[in-house]
């Protein structure tokens, strides 16, 4: 009984465990023709299990702060370690491949090797859970492994098109660099400090002199993982696998893939590297500024509709990676941080506000335009003039996610960034200097600039009369809809009543914050 309440921080990955392992020979039971929805009923209800057993680990964390379990005891073990920035992150990878594998169902329904696609769908998400509760790079680095490499082959999914070939052999070979650079890191990490252990190594890494290598490292860490998380200019796989991926793929992928990335940069920077010691803010602000930037004019090319929603991500990551920029900046400008405390914490809610936002929002817009390929079998925006007339609900869907996205009152979005924007401007009145205000003019412009080709895409798809080839599509099958009404009125909630998730943002944001100033 005692082993296993201390094996409780590991249930969500063991019960994911045992629902792949099942996955098999549940979908040979399902073969038949009557049976053919049985794989991703079952996968959606393994997602479901995961999100209550995480809802029930949140509710003990709120108790006991800190929940952690060892393998083997530092500074050579493997610790797996559940706090609430972990546990925010695992419960919307959790979530939106529940949303996600509710669509597969009939999205999915005429291809083959469907219990090859549901086993790695699990382990994707297995694997991301993984990272955010690992506390030891070691672990980190394995589970990491599992979620790239289940990653890869549902990019080539379809392997019959040669496009979707293309973008997972893209796809491996740069995240392959990515991984390379990691066990670098790891490698010169335990050279320098004989530990693995993030606890450990802060206490290392912070209590000894600036040596040069430390900032080689730190680069690294960004090559590691900047590569998944799509930051500019390690980005050019992202919109080549969102189209050639099954649309429930792309959704995982931009939705919350990307944002595994983002968390290993998060804790990596915050926690071993503390900019309280380390001055490496103005480096992550040039990198958010880039990616948004750049990734918005992308985005006013494309006339593929996963290509544009694809560049619209790294957008986002942008403003993600700006909010942790404008943190590590104010930390690493004063002696003094403890003054900069409250703004720093402020600039890391507006980052994972927006990382909860982006996810649901690009989530749902992914699902919707499957639901309009799924019934006009095309991605060309040029052939879906109107298409939101003919589909209401999904339309309706379409339109909430682009908005929202866009930071349009009062959705979720446009406090996130506006919380971004805010906290730079705080910045600039605690440090000063040229920084913040150079940071708030490409914020406000590519926030503004966003809003232009969301909106267009609503004037096109949803507010237009449909073409004639638009209106013989059907309307999509209800398990595909379910989950856009889901995460439509996940963003509408969010966005006018905030405080439902700005209190447990806030305390992951103080978790990771305190981490710094240990």
């Known amino acids: 009984m005692v082993m296993w309440e201390q094996l409780r921080p590991l249930y969500p990955l063991i019960s994911l465990l045992v629902f792949t392992f099942l996955t098999p020979i549940i979908t040979y039971f399902g073969r038949t023709r009557n049976r053919k929805y049985v794989g991703g009923i079952w996968v959606s209800l393994s997602f479901l299990v995961a999100l209550i057993l995480l809802i029930t680990l949140y509710k003990d964390v709120v108790s006991q702060p800190i929940k952690s379990y060892f393998v ?47 086993m790695l769908f699990q382990l994707m998400v297995l694997g991301m859970i993984g990272v955010t509760f690992s506390n030891d790079l070691f672990n980190l680095f ?79 860490t960004m090559v590691a993982f900047g590569i998944k998380a799509a930051v500019v200019p390690f980005h050019t796989w992202l919109a080549d696998a969102h189209p050639a991926a099954p649309t429930p793929i792309s959704a995982m992928l931009s939705g919350v893939v990307i944002k595994a990335g983002v968390f290993a940069l998060l804790k990596t920077y915050f926690v071993v590297f503390s900019p309280a010691y380390f001055n490496y803010g103005i480096m992550i602000l040039v990198l958010g500024i880039l990616t948004m930037t750049v990734a918005n004019l992308m985005a006013l090319l494309q006339e593929d509709i996963k290509r544009l929603l694809a560049y619209s991500s790294i957008v986002n990551i942008g403003f993600i990676v700006t909010g942790i920029g404008v943190a590590a ?18 600039a890391v809610i507006g980052a994972l506000f927006h990382f909860l936002n982006h996810a649901l929002g690009k989530g749902l817009l992914f699902l919707c335009s499957g639901c309009f390929i799924h019934e006009l079998k095309t991605r060309e925006i040029a052939k879906m003039f109107g298409i939101g007339r003919k589909m209401p609900w999904t339309g309706f869907s379409f339109s909430v996610g682009l908005l929202g996205l866009g930071g349009v009152p009062p959705l979720n979005g446009f406090w996130s960034k506006l919380i971004i924007i805010w906290s730079a401007w705080l910045a600039y009145k605690q440090v000063g200097g040229l920084a913040m205000p150079i940071t708030i003019a490409f914020l406000v ?17 949803v507010v237009r009369e449909p073409e004639q080839e638009v209106r013989r599509a059907h309307r999509p099958p209800a398990s595909m809809v379910v989950p856009l009404i889901i995460l439509a009125v996940s963003c509408i909630v969010i966005g006018v009543y905030p405080g439902l998730v700005l209190g447990f943002i806030e305390s992951s944001a103080k978790v990771l914050v305190n981490l710094v100033l240990r």
């Open 72 to 118: 083997v005891s530092p500074p050579l073990g493997v610790e797996f370690k559940v706090d609430l920035l972990s546990l925010l992150f695992s419960l919307v990878f959790a979530f939106i491949g529940f949303c996600s594998a509710l669509s597969s169902i009939r999205y999915m329904e005429e291809e083959t090797g469907l219990d090859t696609y549901y």
């Open 142 to 220: 394995v589970f990491w492994e599992i979620m790239c490499i289940s990653s890869y082959v549902l990019v080539s999914f379809r392997k019959y098109h040669w496009e979707a070939v293309e973008a997972g052999f893209k796809y491996l070979i740069m995240s392959s660099f990515g991984s390379v650079a990691l066990l670098l890191l790891i490698s010169y990490l335990y050279g320098v400090a004989g530990t693995l252990n993030f606890d450990t190594l802060h206490q290392i890494v912070t209590g000894s002199k600036e040596l040069p290598i430390y900032y080689f490292l730190i680069g690294l």
């Open 329 to 346: 900046y104010v930390l690493s400008s004063s002696f003094y941080f403890w003054e900069t405390m409250d703004v720093a914490v402020f």
């Open 445 to 461: 412009f590519n926030a503004v600039f966003a809003v232009t080709y969301y909106v267009r895409l609503i004037q096109l798809l």
